[in-house]
């Protein structure tokens, strides 16, 4: 094996290991973000280069919250830094491809759901 395979291995391990740690930290603040927001959010999704929070009616009166939504409403909701996060590593760790979630804040993960 030459040096650059063994580079190439090495990388591609270090990358999954980063990439579960994302998920692991995203997983974490949206359910913290959901359980700060009990009457206004329900669900946090991630997938097919998307991510948002559903939103309990009369709120929004049912819209998505996602990376389109007024920054100001992101703040309110404490938001922001997830999507800060979400934006700056998504090109790099695929997070809103490699793997899609669903989750309530005490709910079980669903990775698929479609």
Known sequence: ???L???????EYDIELLQESA???????????LRKNP??????????GNWCFTTK???RDGEDVHTHTDTIELKK????ELKEFIERWDDTLNLT???????TANGQ???EWL
Do not use: C, H, Q, W
């Open 5 to 11: 395979e063994e580079m190439t291995e090495r990388f």
């Open 23 to 33: 998920f692991d930290g995203i997983e974490d603040e949206a359910r913290e973000i």
């Open 109 to 111: 993960i669903k990775i």
């Open 57 to 59: 009616a009369p709120y």
């Open 39 to 48: 009457d206004k959010l329900n669900v946090f999704m991630m997938g097919d």
């Open 97 to 103: 491809t490699a793997v899609s979630m669903r989750f």
């Open 77 to 80: 909701l404490g938001i922001t």
């Open 1 to 3: 094996m030459s040096n």
